[in-house]
């Protein structure tokens, strides 16, 4: 009997795993809430890693398709102080070892190698009651249900697939993004695209911070990046657009008209990211049928590894099951330990970035880092 995997969540780590079942001959079945693939952007660049969400690519056959698409020159990194003057500028040095490229592509082009109704849009997961021997009877909120055989959360940070393996719920952090976007940045706000440059900008002060990235299409995409309390956030009114950015701009008083500018001068309303995370040693006893990848399994603060990790994690539980045809408990098994202990090290090197980009010596740590074969300026 061929067994069916059933995955919650159409994200890279969802996709990457319906990609690596379907190279092996695996039925595999993707819902997602979202009505459609191109219903919202996907946030912004993305440096895939060598070691695992290139890894994971190249294990999904799709290492051409994605060197199609990375945002060539896109590698270079500024450092600006408060005043707007460059510290530290270091071009792009054309490496692939960490290229970036839009999250939305990478989605495209794994989205485009799957076979025709892999991905059942606008299906909310709901719950999951077990039926027996693994498996679960799913209901999602248009009313409709679906039998697992394997069922796999890739549903992120607030999966509800969670539930049925652990009882961990996200925690606030401590910190949260505001992601703005800028558009036809050559032409409308010329200083300012003269600013960011190329690649990367980063401005950085202990606490908070604007880490912008000049994208393709003549965009630049900004996190505003605020060490504050829930409540702070709560207290701001994000559908009232010129407030909320007044207020958001109000936390940088006397920066550069450039850097406030990433904040005031989009037409487009800023999103707030409060940033939640789960234990970093999140482990959970086997469930029979069920297990989790990504965020749904080890959120954390984003120190660059989230979704090259979802990736992989995606990647090498599809190499397993396609291992253990005919004991997919033993699959599942071996990949929750693989995640886990990989997952725990990338959570602990996360808190270790954090600090050293936003600690108390801030921006001292990551001017060290880009100086090397860069240019710093007095």
């Not at 590698?75 to 290229?99: I, Q």
Request: proline residues 5%; hydrophobic residues 40%; negative net charge.
């Amino acid at each position: 009997m061929t067994t069916s995997v059933s995955i919650i969540g159409a994200g890279l780590g969802g996709l990457t795993l319906a990609r690596i079942l379907h190279l092996h001959g695996i039925p595999a079945t993707v819902y997602e809430a979202e009505d459609s693939a191109g219903v919202r952007t996907q946030g912004g660049q993305l440096d895939l890693h060598e070691e695992d969400g290139q890894l994971a690519l190249e294990m999904a056959g799709l290492t051409a398709e994605y060197r199609a698409i990375i945002h060539r020159g896109g590698g270079a990194r500024r450092v600006v102080d408060e005043r707007g003057r460059v510290v530290v500028d270091r071009p792009d040095d054309g490496s692939l070892e960490r290229p970036e490229t839009l999250r939305g592509d990478i989605r495209r082009i794994l989205l485009e190698s799957l076979p025709p109704g892999t991905v059942r849009w606008g299906r909310k997961f709901v719950s999951a009651t077990p039926v027996g021997n693994g498996r679960h009877r799913l209901s999602f909120g248009d009313g409709s249900t679906a039998v697992s055989d394997v069922l796999v959360g890739a549903d992120g940070v607030w999966s509800r697939v969670r539930a049925l393996v652990s009882d961990e719920r996200p925690v606030y952090s401590g910190m949260s993004y505001v992601d703005t976007c800028l558009h036809d940045v050559d032409r409308a706000h010329p200083r300012v695209a003269r600013l960011v440059g190329n690649g990367a900008l980063y401005a950085l002060v202990p606490g908070k911070g604007f880490l912008a990235h000049r994208e393709t299409g003549d965009v630049i995409h900004t996190y505003v990046v605020l060490h504050r309390p829930i409540e702070w956030f709560d207290a701001i009114d994000f559908t009232d657009v010129p407030a909320a950015k007044a207020r958001v701009a109000a936390e940088f008083d006397g920066w550069a008209p450039e850097l406030l500018a990433l904040i005031t001068d989009g037409g487009s309303a800023p999103v707030l990211r409060s940033i939640h995370q789960l234990p970093d040693d999140h482990r959970w006893d086997r469930v029979p049928g069920v297990t989790l990848l990504g965020d749904a399994a080890h959120a954390t603060v984003p120190g660059g590894d989230g979704a090259n990790l979802a990736m992989l994690d995606g990647a090498e539980l599809g190499m397993a099951i396609a291992a253990h045809p005919d004991d997919v408990e033993e699959a599942l098994a071996d990949h929750e330990s693989r995640m886990s202990a990989r997952s725990q090290k990338a959570a602990a090197a996360a808190h270790r970035t954090i600090e050293f980009v936003f600690g108390a010596d801030a921006p001292a740590g990551v001017v060290s880092l880009f100086s090397q074969d860069g240019t710093v300026s007095a």
